[in-house]
């Protein structure tokens, strides 16, 4: 299979235009007889994060070219929804990035009230605020447990998944399920939440800021394994990252400050205060800072929803079946990976016409190809760290 790959290949230039310093010389390369071995890693291998295959072409063990090749857990979800009427999409969006399903329901929602033109009654847009953020502490706590357990050290992710239980568990109050929520509906979201719930996630996110620096941060940061696995690798410069389109804590760790929740407001964002993180290192590490800053923001917004929650409707009256006028409608929201956008397209039956899902996952693999070429082979999975990808989601 690799050789008539590499036949296909033959006479085009390489993807990564690079080359390793002892193949590129002849005098070393003839002498010594040196030629370069191309490798699958994946898809089944324990660390390719769910379904995904590396074609590396290796010198030694340094990369020389690294080819992403992503479908094997694809699902038509984009075709499906087009033959579902619009309230039945919800539940299906919880499928594409999994650790984010609360972001992957309001993108949709966003794009098809855009559609509606419909008012959300404001308790409804300060819950759906709330759960969002308790969805990104639930993805980016775990996400730096999972990088060191992919360098070799177990104990950081026992700590990460204390917390993720107990916001899963909140999250099973208030809908009744901890993975695929269906929650948030178009008009606003499904129930209120119980009595009694919100001062107890207040309190628990008061206390998780000292218990994620104390268990996590101060175990994680100072590492000289983390430090020397971490720094300088995966470089990448601003320009870089923004014309391959990397968005999230990726690109947030190169310098660029963009953030859909500041730079493209929605839902209650513009009233609350939160400062959008960066780093300019551009490394795996800088990455990382990016998230456990990340986290203390989502605590600080999250205490913020709370306090000024108001009393009102959770649900607008849009109807149970929903016929918007042809047209199309775009929503977007901040996911824990990165921009998550959805387009839908109405002809103005109550199905829509074509539903297009922008996942962050699939747009920030494209950083493989141009970032991991001229690394060792041991550094793919802390660069694969930095992108957190979700093979749910870029297998949409």
């Known amino acids: 299979m690799l050789g008539e790959e590499r036949k296909l290949r033959e006479g085009a230039p390489t993807l ?29 291998h324990p660390a ?10 290796l010198d030694g063990e340094t990369v020389v070219r690294c080819d992403p090749v992503m479908g094997y857990l694809h699902r038509c979800q984009e075709k499906i929804a087009e033959n579902r009427m619009y ?6 969006t919880d499928r594409l990035d999994y650790l984010a399903g609360m972001m992957n329901e309001h993108g949709y929602c966003l ?32 996400s730096v447990g999972f990088l060191m357990l992919e360098l070799g050290a177990f104990t950081p992710i026992l700590y990460a998944f204390r917390e993720r239980e107990q916001i899963q568990s909140y999250f099973e109050a208030i ?7 269906h929650y948030i509906r178009i008009g606003g979201v499904k129930a209120d939440v119980p009595e009694g719930l919100l001062e107890e996630i207040y309190e628990y996110v008061d206390g998780l800021g000292a218990r994620f620096q104390a268990d996590l941060v101060e175990l994680v940061v100072g590492n000289e394994i ?35 929740r500041r730079d493209y407001p929605y839902s209650v964002y513009p009233e609350l205060d939160f400062d959008v993180i960066t780093d300019d290192a551009g490394d795996v590490a800088a990455s990382f800072r990016v998230r456990i800053k990340e986290v203390f923001e989502s605590i600080k917004i999250i205490k913020q929803v709370i306090e000024k929650m108001p009393e009102g409707a959770v649900l607008g009256d849009t109807g149970r079946r929903l016929r918007p006028k042809e047209g199309d409608g775009f929503g977007r929201v901040e996911s824990p990976r990165g921009e998550f956008a959805v387009h839908v397209v109405s002809d103005g039956s109550d199905s829509p016409y074509r539903v297009h899902y922008r996942d962050p996952s699939f747009a ?6 141009e970032v991991i070429p001229g690394h060792y082979l041991p550094d793919i999975m802390p660069i694969m760290g930095m992108i957190d990808p979700v093979s749910g989601g870029w297998d949409k």
């Open 364 to 369: 920030n693999m494209m950083l493989l190809q």
């Open 111 to 142: 794009a098809v009230e855009d559609l509606l033109d419909v008012e959300i009654p404001p308790r409804a847009e300060y819950l759906r605020v709330l759960v969002s953020e308790l969805m990104r502490l639930a993805s980016h706590i775990p």
């Open 48 to 57: 390719m994060h769910g379904l995904l295959r590396l074609i590396l072409e």
């Open 175 to 181: 809908c009744g399920a901890r993975m695929m929520f």
């Open 226 to 260: 983390y430090i020397s696995r971490t720094k300088g690798v995966g470089m990448m410069t601003p320009e870089q990252a923004v014309e391959i389109g990397v968005t999230g804590p990726p690109l947030r760790g190169t310098g660029v400050g963009f953030d859909s």
């Open 16 to 44: 990564s235009g690079r080359v390793s310093a002892r193949l590129a010389n002849p005098d070393i390369r003839d002498e010594f007889g040196l030629e370069a071995m191309d490798m699958n890693m994946g898809p089944q």
């Open 87 to 92: 309230p039945q999409i919800v539940p299906l």
